[in-house]
């Protein structure tokens, strides 16, 4: 897609481009925020095949920072579900698409579903917060190649801010909700290829995302510490 077709956005001092998304500027509990839905008709939906209509590029991209390499990505975030639901596994899905390839070839994504962050069942639970990576390794595919290693719980829901920090580093990306003192999540060694590329934030299907306060921070390549020992068994 050539982004000087793509529509613009302006919120405070940052630009969108709005790659797949609706969107628009709104004043939301009394502050100025990006209002953004998945566009069903540039990028449509299929039940019947999630695995290839899910995890694609429809996100708000921040126009001007195309080499985000090693650092933190913050932003607040607030759920809504659409209604009526466009489908039934409708889960709030938001999050941060980072490393964007030119043309949409390839990111990387850490993103929540909500509406199962407090739910009252574990295995639900453990499908808070996935990882992704466009276009090879999507939800669905990492759920059968590496169960439960993409995905982990978080103490999120739906209709309420939630603060996302993404520390990356390296290979590795930590996140942090709500000035957690520790990650709940950490993506160890991700698997997609580009060391940089742009950030953006994400809905997808049958979301309704709202953004503000997003902070990028550029950093060095922080050493890692050495594991001095193995641990039996795992």
């Known amino acids: 897609q050539n982004s000087m077709n793509l529509k ?56 001007g920072l195309e080499d985000f390499e090693n650092g933190t990505i913050e932003v607040k975030m ?14 709030g899905f938001i999050g941060v698409y980072f490393k964007i390839q030119e043309k949409d070839s390839a990111f990387e994504s850490i993103y929540v579903r909500p509406k199962v962050g407090r739910i009252n069942n574990q295995l639900f639970r453990n499908h808070a917060v996935q990882y992704i990576s466009y276009p090879h390794y999507k939800f669905d595919t ?13 103490p999120v829901a739906l209709n309420e801010w939630i603060t996302m920090r993404i520390e990356v580093n390296g290979e590795t990306a930590e996140m942090f909700i709500n ?15 580009n060391k940089k590329g742009a950030i953006g934030l994400y809905v997808d299907i049958g979301t309704i995302g709202y953004f503000k306060d997003l902070k990028v ?4 390549l922080k050493a890692k510490p050495k594991t001095s020992e193995k641990v039996n068994g795992i």
């Open 142 to 154: 990492l759920r059968k190649i590496a169960p439960f290693k993409y995905e982990g719980s978080a």
């Open 8 to 63: 613009t956005l302006t919120l405070g001092k940052q630009t969108f481009v709005l790659h797949n998304v609706t969107g628009e500027i709104i004043k939301f509990q009394g502050k100025e925020v990006l209002k953004i839905e998945r566009d069903l008709i540039a990028l449509p939906f299929d039940s019947n095949n999630i695995e290839a209509t899910v995890d694609e590029p429809h996100y708000a991209g921040l126009a």
């Open 179 to 193: 000035d957690m003192k520790y990650s709940s999540f950490v993506v160890d060694k991700m698997l997609g290829k």
């Open 217 to 220: 921070t550029k950093k060095a």
């Open 78 to 91: 607030y759920s809504q579900l659409q209604n009526p639901p466009p489908y039934s596994g409708i889960a």
